[in-house]
């Protein structure tokens, strides 16, 4: 599926399996980029947890240079994701792999291209600060691959949470990477979207997710499962703000049918047969003391720096 995928468009979007899941989606993905025959089709891999200020940083470290563990964590340690991609080993994992696949001889190189927007930690000193980088993510994923996958006709797979990737916008949120992308090439992005056990379907459709072997990645155009609404992908906590009002949202996606918003479903099994991946809260030191500095920052619960201007 994904190497026909390939055949056809440049970017081939996978959903990231949040929380639950996420090391049986990185045993896939290992195994997928592992697969000699899509070697050839893939030239980079963009990941959510990156900062792309470190890029070159991370270049040296996937292809061999002299950087150790310790300096290139700060790639996936200081984004905008700050409660998550700090302690995400699943992304630990992913580099680590890409720099084994590398090492090997006569195969050709995989670069990882970090997508979150360049910010530098040291210089945010307030919440309005901080929102100006947290409120581009979508724009600088978008702007990553563009200038490094699509104008260098390369081709690339994006791991990047599914949220981002729909072709239509969720209520109360703006463009998402793959509309920014298709403004200029419509064809070039084939999007797969994670479904769980919690996604309210059918009866029907339920049991035919359940007869599938996982891990499943299945097309849904011209499928029962592609005429289901956006009710089924939205979780049942979901809030949105309406002025001062938090308001509970049965359908993030009105008026659109699964088909609409993306190409395929990945379907990585049942919930109890998947493995998760502990986030472990950081203690090391200065790091935990200035993750707790800019977690304060942008939750609005700590005083804001005065700076100094010249």
């Not at 150790?68 to 200081?78: A, D, F, Y």
């Not at 927007?117 to 691959?145: G, K």
């Amino acid at each position: 599926m994904v190497r026909a995928a390939f055949d056809r468009h440049a970017v081939v979007a996978l959903g990231r399996a949040e929380g639950t899941g996420n090391e049986t989606e990185f045993r896939l993905i290992a195994r997928l980029l592992g697969d000699r025959r899509l070697r050839g089709r893939i030239n980079d891999v963009v990941i959510e947890c990156g900062n792309s200020r470190y890029q070159p940083l991370l270049d040296r470290y996937v292809f061999g240079g002299t950087v150790s563990r310790r300096q290139v964590q700060v790639v996936w340690r200081k984004t905008t994701q700050i409660f998550g991609c700090e302690a995400d080993r699943t992304t630990q994992m992913l580099v680590d792999f890409v720099r084994r696949l590398n090492d090997k001889k006569k195969q050709p190189r995989l670069r990882l291209l970090a997508a979150d927007p360049p910010i530098e930690w040291a210089a945010i000193h307030s919440r309005a600060q901080f929102d100006s980088f947290l409120s581009r993510r979508d724009e600088s994923a978008a702007n990553v691959i563009e200038t490094q996958v699509l104008r260098k006709q390369r081709r690339a797979l994006v791991i990047i949470g599914g949220a981002h990737l729909t072709r239509r916008p969720s209520v109360g949120s703006g463009t998402t990477i793959t509309m920014l992308l298709e403004r200029k090439q419509p064809d070039a992005t084939y999007v797969v979207y994670d479904v769980e056990d919690w996604s309210p379907f059918s009866k029907d459709i339920r049991a035919l997710v359940a007869s599938w072997k996982s891990p499943a990645i299945v097309p849904v155009a011209g499928t029962a499962l592609g005429r289901q609404g956006g009710e089924t992908i939205t979780a049942g906590d979901t809030m949105l703000k309406v002025g001062s009002k938090w308001l509970s949202v049965k359908n993030e996606y009105p008026g659109n049918t699964l088909a609409q918003l993306f190409d395929a479903v990945l379907y990585l099994g049942p919930a109890q047969r998947l493995r998760t991946v502990e986030l472990k809260e950081p203690t090391d030191q200065p790091y935990a003391r200035e993750l707790q500095r800019i977690r304060s920052l942008a939750m609005g619960s700590a005083p804001e720096a005065s700076v100094k201007r010249p």
